[in-house]
């Protein structure tokens, strides 16, 4: 089965790796978005609406995971008294068609459930982190998946020893054995990137201090370091990178340059360490390709799904390409913010006020009109999932920051937010819809072991939401200066999800690309690879954005760094989104469709040869060359308005 690997807040990431090596068919896990740190930090919420936070329509209902948490730990008890049988599972497995299928659909049951377990144990932990119980039953379903992973870990090994012929015949002979055959042809797949057994267990001994290099920056950051504070409307704010996050869209410029002034030069003191612990994991992605006889550290990451190196690499090439479109959006950006000139600090206030607030309901709203051209249906079970009361919606003491979802087999996803009635919640609400809807219609189209869906295509249904929304704003608003904020938020959208991921692709290549030349990396290295990026990205040369070389070592501050080649997909996801919201947008039968059908496949098939099938051929310039022209109308659009009446 294609492992469905999530983007998952650090906190959760453990368990959720632990209950993946199960390797079992993956349900829609928890997607967190807050990709690129992006998404302010919840807690200066907007005022409003604080009596009717605790109303029971923004706060979800677990009921219907568990009773109550009783229930919970009745279930746990009864899944840990799992292990030994699944172990003892591997005696004779695969002697016959239909001992292979009772195995595998005993495993799968016991996924599901254990998947169940998780999604109610985390759901707690991420509304109250300060919640001991809460920690506790987080705990106790990380190591409940520890075990269960061990005690099947011997699983793919029987698989492939039973060899790819074996198998075929057990597969014409035993129909019920269809729901695991992408299980069964990926494991065969995969199979020469296996080490010997002896090797393998070797280094599932030592994974855990593989995963140091996160833990090292995570204290660091949010422990170690002794963060500065500056002055801004009269107060202190302490710049970590939840002040500068929050400062960084501060409409006064010389707070903007206050803020990262301070937070770059922070890290420029701790980029020795910094930069060691980054090298050692992009020296582990280099190590594991060589041993597991992968051509690079990307191909190896993208083998998991399938997915060709060359498809990494167009994403780069492409966006080199396109940086004129983005130079462009730069010195329109400048002239809405009158500006003498354009800093690096500049990127992120808004460029024209916002029209104006936004409440749950209206989310859902502007949600439900917006996805028209996704048919009657569509918008019917949105609805009715909407009413589901699975969504936790306002931020409250003790809460995760970002958004997610988190799907379940069988029922409604969990939605979590921290809404604070900006438009940017709007479009988080409708992109966590977007997976919800996908969820639901995977869940519905598939059986369990097929519905759990690879990220290359999770991000698309997302931003296929945000993009339908985006043209549903412009088309609606009212004024001349509503048109302006909701072109500028789409513009802007586009910068951050690909652009912007786009140049952490290319800063992963080259950093795995010089290790694999053999050359040393260090955080001085790493602090000049990301200057050269920044500066040819924000056209530097061409007097388009004044890059400071302080801000170079932004490079520490993106966790995800530590998480190799996995930043690409919102870039691929954007400009496939791209492609599928214009088509969508004709009104025309087929391409809805189509469309449908690709979240209908959940994970059914590989991902670039089912898109391929759909139209769109991600190894070629094309969907990236559609989003650049895409991003030249808007800009036209916006240009008009202004030229029109100058602001
Ligand atoms: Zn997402």
Redesign the pocket.
């Known amino acids: 089965m294609t492992p469905f690997r999530p983007a998952l807040r650090p906190a959760l990431r453990p368990l959720a790796t632990a209950v993946l090596s199960l390797t079992l068919a993956a349900s829609a896990w928890a997607?967190d978005?807050d990709f690129d740190s992006d998404n302010p930090p919840a807690a200066a919420a907007a005022g409003g609406a604080t009596a009717a936070r605790s109303d029971p329509r923004y706060v979800w209902d677990l009921s219907t995971l568990f009773k109550d948490d009783a229930a919970w730990e009745a279930e746990r008890v009864a899944l840990l008294a799992e292990a030994p049988q699944l172990a003892a599972l591997r005696e004779g497995f695969g002697r016959d068609a239909a001992s292979l299928r009772a195995a595998l659909d005993r495993l799968s049951a016991v996924n599901q459930r254990l998947r169940r377990l998780w999604t109610y144990a985390s759901a707690q932990a991420s509304t109250d982190n300060r919640n001991p119980r809460n920690q506790e039953r987080s705990g106790q379903a990380r190591a409940l998946g520890g075990q269960l992973s061990s005690a099947t870990a011997w699983v793919d090994g029987a698989i492939r020893a039973l060899g790819g012929e074996r198998i075929e015949a057990f597969l014409r002979a035993e129909p019920g054995l269809a729901r695991h055959r992408v299980r069964l042809q990926e494991a065969q797949r995969l199979a020469r990137h296996q080490l010997t057994p002896e090797a393998e267990t070797a280094l599932a001994a030592l994974a855990p201090t593989m995963g140091a290099t996160t833990q090292i920056r995570t204290l660091l950051v949010t422990t170690d370091i002794d963060w500065p504070t500056i002055t801004v409307d009269g107060q202190p704010v302490r710049v970590d990178d939840i002040g500068y996050q929050r400062l960084r869209t501060h409409p006064d410029r010389t707070v903007r340059q206050q803020a990262f002034d301070a937070f770059f030069k922070t890290y420029a003191r701790f980029q020795g360490s910094l930069g060691a612990a980054l090298a050692q994991r992009v020296e582990l992605g280099v190590a594991n390709a060589r041993l597991r006889q992968h051509a690079s550290a990307v191909a190896a990451s993208l083998a998991a799904d399938a997915i060709p190196e060359s498809v990494y690499r167009t994403l780069v090439t492409e966006t080199n390409k396109a940086l004129p479109t983005l130079h462009r959006y730069l010195k329109l950006r400048q002239r809405l913010l009158k500006l003498p000139d354009l800093a690096y600090h500049d990127i992120y206030p808004d460029i024209v006020k916002p029209p104006r607030r936004y409440t749950p309901e209206d989310a859902a709203e502007l949600t439900l009109a917006s996805v028209a051209p996704l048919g009657a249906a569509y918008q019917k079970q949105l609805r009715e999932a909407l009413g589901a009361r699975t969504m936790h919606v306002y931020p409250a003491p003790g809460k995760s920051s970002g958004a997610y979802q988190s799907g379940i087999y069988g029922q409604v996803p969990l939605i979590f937010l921290n809404h604070q009635e900006t438009f940017a919640s709007v479009s988080t609400y409708t992109?966590e819809w977007g997976?919800g809807m996908h969820t639901l219609l995977a869940n519905g189209a598939q059986p369990f072991e097929t519905a759990g869906y690879p990220l290359f295509l999770?991000?698309i249904a997302?931003f296929t939401h945000e993009l339908l929304l985006a043209d549903h704003m412009q088309k609606t608003a009212k004024t001349r200066e509503e048109r302006i904020f909701y072109l500028g938020e789409a513009i802007e959208r586009i910068r951050g999800a690909f652009f912007r991921q786009a140049m952490f692709a290319e800063f992963e290549l080259a950093t795995h690309d010089a290790v694999q030349r053999g050359e040393a990396l260090s955080g001085t290295r790493m602090t000049r690879q990301f200057c050269e990026l920044l500066r040819k990205y924000h056209g530097a040369d061409a007097g388009v954005t004044h890059i400071d070389p302080v801000v170079c070592t932004e490079w520490a501050f993106i966790p995800h760094f530590h998480r190799p080649f996995y930043v690409y997909q919102y870039a691929t996801s954007m400009a496939a989104a791209t492609h599928f919201s214009q088509q969508l947008l004709t009104g025309s039968d087929a391409a809805r469709n189509t469309y449908l059908g690709i979240l209908r496949s959940g994970g059914s098939r590989h991902p670039v040869p089912l898109l391929k099938d759909a139209g769109l051929d991600m190894d070629s310039p094309r969907p990236y060359q559609a989003l650049v022209r895409h991003m030249e109308r808007l800009m036209d659009e916006l240009e008009a308005l202004l030229q029109a009446n100058p602001a």
Do not use: Q, R, S, T
């Open positions: 997607l978005d992109h997976h999770a991000e997302a």
